[in-house]
C-alpha cells in the first residue's frame, strides 16, 4: 500500500499512522485531514466532504413538497442575465437564481464558499450544468447559504459579500459567486474583506455601499437563517443538493446530475446508495527558482525539497521559528530526507528588509541560521525602530561573535537588495499567501495557523492533556487522546464497535493511556455542545466516563429532541447522581467554557472532523476498523521496545 505524498515514506513513525489516515480516515463526522499535496482523505468520498459515510436515508429527510413549493411560486424574474447569457433573478424568498423560472426541474444547492468541494462542484459540474441544461431551460438553479464556520472561519463573510454583491442586482450576485469559487487563495485568510471589495472592484460594482455592506455584516443574519434552514431539511454537509425535493449528497461528477436530473424528469427516484468513489484532482506543484535564495539547509542532493518564504518581521514566522524547524530539521533534514530552502518575503514592517539583508550579511561569516534564530527571538526590539534597527542588528552580530565592522559594512552596502526583491517577486508571481508559506515539492502550505507546518509534514503534535478526563496508566508507552462529538454518529460506532476491544486489550493492560476531549461540531450536530457539558457535569460527581458512555449508547433517543436536557439529568439519575446538582450545573452553562476551549485547542491542532486522535502526537482521523488500529497501535509498540 502507497502513501499519496513520498515523504510520508521516510519516518517509520510517520509512515504507520499517516498509512492509518491515508488508507483508512474513512469514517468521520466533519472534513477530514489533507496530506501535503492538498488530495483530501474523504470521510466517504472526494466527492461527499464534511460528512459521513452513512446511508442517505439517515442523512436527509427531504420535506415534502419542497420542489413544488418552488414551482408554486416563482414571479421573482428579474429580468437580467449573467456575464454568460444567462437568465438570473431572486426567489420570492431572496434566493437567488439561474436558469429558467418555469424549468421542470429546480436544483437547490446548499453550499459553503470556503469548501473546496463546493469550489470544485462550481468550477467543474455546475459550469457544465449551464452550459447544458440550464441553457436549454430545463434546470433552475437555486442557492443557499450554509458556511461551515467552524472549520471554516472566512465562508460566513464570503456568503456575506456575495448577497453584499446582490444588493447591485442579481447579475452581480452571481458574478462574485463565481469569483469567490474561482479564487479562493486570495480571500480564504485574515485579509478577506480587502479581496472582496478588489472583486467588487473588478466586476463593476458601486464600491462605497458595498464595502458598507461587507464591513457592516448586513446579511449575517439571512446566512444564518438560511443554516436553520438547512439543518431543519436534513442538511449536515457541503455541498448538498435537493433535486425536485430528492437529496442529493457531495459535489458529484457531472454524470451523476445528469442521472438525477433525468430521473425525476421521468418521474424516479434519484439512485445514491453511497457517494461516488471519484479521486479529486491532484494539483499542478510549482516550480521554484533558484533565485533569491537566503539559506539552505541539508543535502542538495536529498530525495524531497521544502521552500520557506519569511518576513522577520512577521509574528507567526516567529513562532514558526522557535517552535517548529528545529524539530523538522532533526526528523527530515539532518536525516537525508529534505533540502531547506528559505526565500525573503519581506512584507509586514519597513524594516524587514534590512532584517532579510542582516541575516544575509551574518551568512558571509557563516552564521547565517543563528541570526535567523536571533532576529526572530529580538522582533520586538527592531519592528518599529525605524533607522535605529541597524544599530540592534549590529548589537546582534556582536552577540554571536561577528566581526561587525565587517557586518556593519556589508549591511550599509545594499549588495543583497536585489536577491531580496527576487524572492518577493517570485513569491507575489507564484501566489505566496500569509507567512510563513511554503512550497513543499511544489505544493503550497501556509503555515500562519499554528502546527500546520506540523501537521503537514506528519511531525507528532505536544496536545496538552491538562485537566481532561481520563482512563488507564498515565505512564502507559502510548497516549491516545480522542476528540470527540456525542451526536456524531461516526464517534459513536467508533465507542461501540472498537473502544470496548481498545480497552479490554491496550488500555487495561498498560499499554495505553486514553484522554477525552471535546470537539462539537455544532453546525451540525445542535445538541452536541450540551452533551458534552452533561458530561462534564457527570464528571463534577466522578462519573464522566459513565456518563459519557450513556450518552453514546442512547445517542439515537436524545440526539434531535427538544428535551435532550431532560433525558441528561434521567440519566444522571440512572447513574445514581445527584440529579439537583447535575441539572444546576447543566442550566448554568458553567461547563461551556471548559468545551469550547477543547475545541478550541482541537482545531490549533487541525483537528477539523470527529473522531479525531493523536496517537503519541501523531494525528488520526476518523472511526478506524479496531482490526486497523489494532495493527498501528502494536506496531508503534514494537518500535518503541515494547
Known amino acids: 500500500m502507497q502513501f499519496n505524498h513520498p515523504l510520508q515514506q521516510k519516518h517509520p513513525l510517520m509512515a504507520l499512522f499517516l498509512l492509518l489516515i491515508l488508507a483508512l480516515g474513512i469514517s468521520a463526522c466533519g472534513p477530514s485531514v489533507k496530506p501535503v499535496n492538498e488530495t483530501a482523505v474523504e470521510p466517504a468520498s472526494a466527492d461527499a466532504p464534511f460528512t459521513a459515510p452513512i446511508d442517505s436515508d439517515a442523512i436527509f429527510t427531504a420535506p415534502s413538497g419542497s420542489a413544488s413549493e418552488i414551482g408554486a411560486d416563482r414571479t421573482a424574474v428579474s429580468g437580467e442575465v449573467d456575464a454568460t447569457g444567462l437568465p438570473v433573478g431572486f426567489m420570492p424568498d431572496g434566493h437567488p437564481y439561474r436558469g429558467n423560472p418555469e424549468a421542470p426541474v429546480v436544483i437547490e444547492e446548499f453550499s459553503d464558499f470556503q469548501c473546496p468541494y463546493c469550489s470544485r462542484f462550481a468550477n467543474q459540474t455546475l459550469s457544465r450544468i449551464n452550459q447544458n441544461q440550464i441553457a436549454a431551460g430545463d434546470v433552475l438553479f437555486v442557492y443557499y447559504d450554509f458556511p461551515l464556520s467552524n472549520i471554516h472561519p472566512q465562508a460566513e463573510a464570503a456568503a456575506n459579500a456575495a448577497r453584499c454583491a446582490g444588493d447591485q442586482g442579481a447579475a452581480a450576485y452571481w458574478a462574485m459567486h463565481d469569483f469567490l469559487f474561482t479564487q479562493?487563495?486570495?480571500?480564504?485568510?485574515?485579509?478577506?474583506?480587502?479581496?472582496?471589495?478588489?472583486?467588487?472592484?473588478?466586476?463593476?460594482?458601486?464600491?462605497?455601499?458595498?464595502?458598507?455592506?461587507?464591513?457592516?455584516?448586513?446579511?449575517?443574519?439571512?446566512?444564518?437563517?438560511?443554516?436553520?434552514?438547512?439543518?431543519?431539511?436534513?442538511?449536515?454537509?457541503?455541498?448538498?443538493?435537493?433535486?425536485?425535493?430528492?437529496?442529493?449528497?457531495?459535489?458529484?461528477?457531472?454524470?451523476?446530475?445528469?442521472?438525477?436530473?433525468?430521473?425525476?424528469?421521468?418521474?424516479?427516484?434519484?439512485?445514491?446508495?453511497?457517494?461516488?468513489?471519484?479521486?479529486?484532482?491532484?494539483?499542478?506543484?510549482?516550480?521554484?527558482?533558484?533565485?533569491?535564495?537566503?539559506?539552505?539547509?541539508?543535502?542538495?542532493?536529498?530525495?524531497?525539497?521544502?521552500?520557506?518564504?519569511?518576513?522577520?518581521?512577521?509574528?507567526?514566522?516567529?513562532?514558526?521559528?522557535?517552535?517548529?524547524?528545529?524539530?523538522?530539521?532533526s526528523m527530515l533534514v539532518d536525516t537525508g530526507q529534505v533540502q531547506y530552502v528559505l526565500k525573503d518575503f519581506p512584507q509586514t514592517a519597513p524594516e524587514a528588509q534590512t532584517a532579510a539583508a542582516a541575516a544575509r550579511c551574518a551568512g558571509e561569516q557563516d552564521a547565517y541560521w543563528p541570526m535567523y534564530q536571533a532576529l526572530f527571538a529580538a522582533q520586538a526590539d527592531w519592528v518599529g525602530q525605524g533607522d535605529k534597527a541597524g544599530a540592534v542588528f549590529s548589537d546582534l552580530a556582536a552577540g554571536l561573535n561577528l566581526d561587525t565592522a565587517v557586518f556593519d559594512t556589508c549591511l550599509a552596502s545594499g549588495k543583497f537588495d536585489a536577491a531580496i526583491q527576487a524572492g518577493v517577486s517570485e513569491g507575489s508571481q507564484i501566489g505566496v499567501g500569509e507567512l510563513p508559506y511554503f512550497f513543499i515539492e511544489g505544493y503550497p502550505l501556509s503555515g500562519a495557523e499554528p502546527n500546520s507546518v506540523e501537521i503537514a509534514l506528519?511531525?507528532?503534535?505536544?496536545?496538552?492533556?491538562?485537566?481532561?478526563?481520563?482512563?488507564?496508566?498515565?505512564?502507559?508507552?502510548?497516549?491516545?487522546?480522542?476528540?470527540?462529538?456525542?451526536?456524531?454518529?461516526?464517534?459513536?460506532?467508533?465507542?461501540?464497535?472498537?473502544?470496548?476491544?481498545?480497552?479490554?486489550?491496550?488500555?487495561?493492560?498498560?499499554?495505553?493511556?486514553?484522554?477525552?476531549?471535546?470537539?462539537?461540531?455544532?453546525?451540525?450536530?445542535?445538541?452536541?455542545?450540551?452533551?458534552?457539558?452533561?458530561?462534564?457535569?457527570?464528571?463534577?460527581?466522578?462519573?464522566?466516563?459513565?456518563?459519557?458512555?450513556?450518552l453514546f449508547q442512547n445517542q439515537a433517543l436524545w440526539s434531535g429532541q427538544g428535551n435532550a436536557a431532560d433525558m441528561f439529568t434521567g440519566y444522571a439519575v440512572e447513574l445514581g447522581l445527584d440529579g439537583d446538582v447535575f441539572r444546576a450545573c447543566l442550566d448554568s452553562g458553567e461547563m461551556e467554557t471548559a468545551v469550547l476551549a477543547d475545541q478550541a485547542q482541537g482545531a490549533s491542532f487541525g483537528v477539523n472532523g470527529t473522531p479525531a486522535f493523536f496517537i503519541n502526537g501523531f494525528l488520526v482521523s476518523g472511526a478506524l476498523p479496531y482490526a486497523s488500529l489494532e495493527e498501528g497501535l502494536n506496531g508503534l509498540l514494537s518500535e518503541l521496545g515494547q
Open 184 to 329: 479562493p487563495e486570495a480571500w480564504a485568510n485574515n485579509s478577506a474583506e480587502d479581496a472582496f471589495i478588489a472583486f467588487a472592484e473588478q466586476i463593476g460594482l458601486d464600491s462605497q455601499p458595498f464595502a458598507e455592506c461587507v464591513t457592516g455584516g448586513a446579511h449575517l443574519e439571512a446566512i444564518r437563517d438560511d443554516v436553520d434552514l438547512g439543518l431543519s431539511r436534513g442538511v449536515s454537509s457541503t455541498p448538498s443538493f435537493f433535486v425536485n425535493g430528492q437529496p442529493l449528497i457531495g459535489a458529484q461528477p457531472i454524470d451523476v446530475f445528469n442521472q438525477a436530473i433525468t430521473a425525476v424528469l421521468n418521474g424516479e427516484q434519484i439512485a445514491q446508495d453511497q457517494p461516488s468513489n471519484e479521486t479529486p484532482p491532484t494539483p499542478t506543484p510549482v516550480p521554484i527558482s533558484d533565485e533569491g535564495i537566503a539559506a539552505t539547509l541539508g543535502d542538495a542532493n536529498a530525495p524531497f525539497t521544502i521552500v520557506e518564504f519569511t518576513d522577520f518581521s512577521c509574528p507567526a514566522c516567529a513562532r514558526y521559528a522557535a517552535e517548529t524547524i528545529d524539530t523538522l530539521t
Open 458 to 550: 506528519g511531525l507528532p503534535l505536544n496536545v496538552p492533556i491538562g485537566d481532561a478526563y481520563t482512563l488507564g496508566d498515565p505512564n502507559a508507552p502510548i497516549t491516545m487522546i480522542e476528540f470527540t462529538d456525542f451526536q456524531c454518529p461516526f464517534c459513536e460506532r467508533h465507542f461501540t464497535e472498537t473502544m470496548p476491544q481498545i480497552r479490554q486489550n491496550f488500555i487495561d493492560t498498560g499499554k495505553v493511556f486514553y484522554v477525552f476531549k471535546d470537539f462539537p461540531l455544532s453546525a451540525i450536530h445542535p445538541q452536541a455542545q450540551l452533551a458534552a457539558e452533561a458530561a462534564r457535569c457527570a464528571g463534577a460527581q466522578e462519573a464522566y466516563v459513565p456518563m459519557h458512555d450513556a
